[in-house]
């Protein structure tokens, strides 16, 4: 079985650049979320959809992060315009939803921003 | 709300011998614990969970964890380190049917020769 896939692994952006990251969760899971996990520091959720429906996401920076889920199957997080504090690994992760089922991870993507 | 704290940010053990990591968790109704694992350059691993059957979870790599209520904690264990457990593990915590994990700061793992 395949796992989450990311993409891109690693980007390197300017301050006030957008960039964007796409995840492909395990093939059936409903619940897909995206996580930040900063050096040093535990992964902290930003958004959790369920399908293509937004559950969670009131750690998101919305007034510059987005996260959209079409088809309730893929999903890119975006970021714009990027500051220095954004420097952080983006994990994604999906289940199948029920309370307590793990978690499943990626690989992570793994942004700097100078 | 639920939190989590692990003592401890990084932990050094010599090979062959136990490894404990600590990990005490606050919540407001029955926690789901979990414990993941991060090789460098990887995404998170699960080791164990706990979800309300066995207070003893055994997990992969020879790991376990016991669920103590009355200590709030969720302590991770392997009787014989080895060169391979080097790692970042993290605690973590679920409650409420979101599901939304919240995560500790992390305990570096190096096994020494």
């Known amino acids: 079985e395949a796992g989450v896939a990311q993409s891109p692994r690693y980007k390197i952006i300017e301050k006030r650049q957008s960039v964007a990251f796409w995840c492909n969760p395990i093939s059936g899971h409903a619940t897909l979320y995206w996580y930040q996990q900063i050096l040093g520091q535990g992964p902290k959720l930003l958004i959790q959809?369920?399908?293509?429906?937004?559950?969670?996401d009131s750690q998101l920076p919305k007034d510059r992060f987005s996260a959209e889920r079409l088809k309730g199957v893929d999903s890119t997080l975006k970021i714009q315009p990027a500051k220095l504090e954004d420097s952080a690994v983006y994990l994604c992760?999906?289940?199948?939803?029920?309370?307590?089922?793990?978690?499943?991870f990626g690989p992570g993507t793994r942004l700097l921003v100078l | 709300a639920q939190s989590v704290t692990q003592l401890g940010s990084h932990v050094s053990v010599s090979e062959g011998a136990l490894v404990l990591l600590r990990c005490n968790y606050s919540?407001?109704?029955?926690?789901?614990l979990f414990w993941y694992v991060q090789y460098p350059n990887q995404g998170l691993q699960l080791l164990l969970k706990?979800?309300?059957?066995?207070?003893l979870v055994k997990g992969i790599n020879g790991f376990e964890a016991e669920f103590k209520k009355s200590e709030t904690s969720f302590h991770l264990t392997k009787p014989s380190a080895h060169m391979s457990d080097a790692a970042e593990y993290f605690c973590a915590v679920t409650t409420g049917g979101g599901n939304k994990l919240t995560f500790g700061t992390g305990t570096q793992l190096k096994v020494e020769l």
């Open positions: 706990y979800t309300s059957a066995a207070t």
């Open positions: 959809f369920q399908n293509n429906g937004v559950v969670d």
């Open positions: 919540s407001s109704v029955p926690p789901y």
């Open positions: 992760a999906s289940n199948s939803g029920p309370r307590g089922e793990t978690q499943y």
